[in-house]
């Protein structure tokens, strides 16, 4: 698995809340274990105490995603930096699939669980997994969605980086909303126009 892909981890972690909307799921034990995906050794893994522990790491690494999406650089590499730091990695070399007929291994990087705990486990790929992409694509690939209140996060992996949104959903309400705020300007210009242009009505006294 290419290292850069545990980067998903990082956004379905972040959106797992919507401030702006006052909206979290992260409220149980269930929803943290449904972020591991497939892993689900790592997910038995999980107990209440976890349902804290990751929303304080939600939390930082929203905070990356924040300063990436504000054009502060240094700052989104600081706070990434901070997290591994503290949630260090354990790579290993995997070799579940094949590489060809004679059943060689096609060997390849994993990032291993990480003993102590579900949270540890989980940041330390998290934030592996966006330092790789950050590096390999740029700090300013990582964002948040344009399409207010949402505010999700997001990764850029356009040809041209030009991704504003988290999804195809929001894109659409952000251009409908656009599009009617044209028209309702548009409107209000024509009628400023049609005032302007009434001949006046007022009687000069003689």
């Known amino acids: 698995m290419e290292l850069a892909s545990y980067s998903d981890y990082a956004v379905r972690l972040v959106n797992t809340e919507e ?3 006052g909206k979290d799921t992260l409220t149980s034990v269930e929803a943290v274990r449904e972020l591991f995906g497939g892993s689900q050794q790592a997910a038995r893994r999980a107990t209440e105490a976890d349902v804290t522990r990751f929303r304080s790491v939600r939390a930082r690494l929203r905070a990356v995603f924040e300063a990436a999406d504000d ?5 989104a590499v600081d706070l990434l930096n901070s997290l591994l730091l503290e949630f260090p990695v354990s790579p290993q070399i995997s070799g579940h699939d094949f590489r060809d007929e004679d059943g060689r291994p096609d060997w390849h990087m994993h990032l291993a669980d990480h003993p102590s705990n579900a949270t540890a486990g989980y940041a330390a790929i998290a934030a592996m997994g966006l330092a790789f992409h950050l590096t390999g694509h740029g700090v300013d690939r990582l964002g948040l969605c344009e399409a207010a209140p949402c505010r999700n996060a997001y990764l850029d992996t356009s ?3 030009s991704r504003r949104y988290c999804s195809d959903r929001c894109a659409t309400r952000a251009n409908v909303a656009a599009y009617r705020a044209r028209k309702r300007e548009e409107a209000e210009r024509t009628g400023r126009s ?3 242009a009434q001949p006046s009505t007022a009687v000069t006294d003689r």
């Open 19 to 21: 401030p702006a909307r």
């Open 71 to 75: 054009g502060e650089e240094t700052l």
């Open 159 to 161: 040809t041209n980086r």
């Open 194 to 196: 049609a005032e302007t």
